[in-house]
């Protein structure tokens, strides 16, 4: 499925609609370029289970944890990740075969961990459509 984005509320609509539609085990590799958009997506996601708190972008911390909604997100942002030995660490395991949904950004740097049942996110800019145009690039 492709969504085109003209804004952030485009892309925040899209997450949210995919949120709705999770379910338990479901794991998202969320792809794309510094500032097109992920944590927007992921807010939307969210809030599609549910969830009301904030969502930050886990850059530093390599994951969050929100419990409140009707299924857990853990929202992984691998970017800083130095070795995919920091997810054995972590107990990625937990997660990833856990009662909840995943989403994971910048998901390739650890290709190796990745089960083969993850639907894949990638949003990208093309700005000959605008400064806020998004495509949206669903797998399931």
Not at 39 to 67: C, D, H, N, W
Not at 68 to 73: S, T, Y
Not at 86 to 101: I, R
């Amino acid at each position: 499925m492709i969504v085109d984005s003209f804004s952030e509320r485009d892309t925040f609509e899209a997450g949210k609609k995919l949120g709705r539609r999770a379910v338990s085990g479901e794991i998202y590799l969320l792809d794309g370029d510094l500032g097109t958009g992920k944590t927007v997506f992921t807010k939307g996601f969210a809030e599609g289970l549910g969830i009301r708190e904030p969502i930050t972008s886990p850059t530093f911390t390599l994951i969050q944890q929100y419990e409140e909604g009707r299924l857990p997100l853990y929202h992984f942002d691998v970017y800083r990740i130095g070795d995919v030995e920091e997810m054995y660490e972590l107990g990625y395991e937990e997660y990833f075969f856990g009662e909840g949904v995943c989403l994971i950004e910048w998901a390739s740097r650890i290709q190796e961990i990745l089960p083969d049942h993850c639907r894949q996110i990638t949003i990208e800019k093309n700005m000959e459509q605008g400064f806020d145009y998004r495509k949206i690039v669903i797998e399931v």
